[in-house]
Each structure stands twice: as structure tokens, then as C-alpha cells.
Nanobody, 123 residues
Framework: QVQLVESGGGLVQAGDSVRLSCEVS????????MGWLREAPGREREFVAM????????YYEEFAKGRFTISRDDAKNAVFLQMSDLKPEDSAAYYC????????????????WGKGTLVIVSS
């Protein structure tokens, strides 16, 4: 049984930092990517960042560049999202996902979802 277990998040103040974690069990990640999406009320779901497991290449959405860092722990099949200088507009449910890739390493689809962890940033 595949499981994505997320942790971290919570209520923080603007300017604070938060680290989200996600451990995957029950499947391999070779030829896939792990990443984070977020969804806030009244806004469309957004891509945040992803980590191509084989190559180690990382991608970030524009709003995440310079403030968020995605990293991994191979031994634990885990991915982390370190978020700094948080803003109220970063408030959202953050979902850990496993993504399939095309032959040229572009995201193809989401194969697995975590249950989400809530981050609320107060001003």
C-alpha cells in the first residue's frame, strides 16, 4: 500500500519559516519526481516545487524561487520543503505528490497524493 505521510505546517507569522516533510512508502521513486502543490480557498491549485528523483534536478514556481527550498532524503524516500519569509498569500493546504515524467523529464501526471498539511500565515 502506497502512503505519503506529510508533517509540518501550522500557524505562523509573516516572515517566519516552516519546514514540511513527506515520506513515501510502498513504491519506488526512480524515474519519477516528488513535489509539492498548494491549494487555497478561492484560488486555483498551484505547483510549488518538484525534485526529479534520478537526476536531482529541482524546479520551482516563480513565487517560490529564493524563498522555498526542496530537498530530499534518499534513505527515507522523503522530500522536504523549507519555506522562508512566509507571506499571508502563502497560506494554503500543501500537498505532497509523486509525479510521473515524460521521456524528457517533464511532469506527465500525478500518481500519488498526500492528504495535505495546512500552513496559515498571519500578517
Amino acid at each position: 500500500q502506497v502512503q505519503l505521510v506529510e508533517s509540518g505546517g501550522g500557524l505562523v507569522q509573516a516572515g517566519d519559516s516552516v519546514r514540511l516533510s513527506c515520506e513515501v512508502s510502498g513504491r519506488t521513486l526512480e524515474n519519477h519526481a516528488m513535489g509539492w502543490l498548494r491549494e487555497a480557498p478561492g484560488r486555483e491549485r498551484e505547483f510549488v516545487a518538484m525534485f526529479l528523483w534520478r537526476s536531482g534536478i529541482r524546479y520551482y514556481e516563480e513565487f517560490a524561487k529564493g524563498r522555498f527550498t526542496i530537498s530530499r532524503d534518499d534513505a527515507k524516500n522523503a522530500v522536504f520543503l523549507q519555506m522562508s519569509d512566509l507571506k499571508p498569500e502563502d497560506s494554503a493546504a500543501y500537498y505532497c505528490v509523486v509525479m510521473s515524467l515524460t521521456d524528457d523529464n517533464r511532469p506527465h501526471g500525478i500518481e500519488e497524493w498526500g492528504k495535505g498539511t495546512l500552513v496559515i500565515v498571519s500578517s
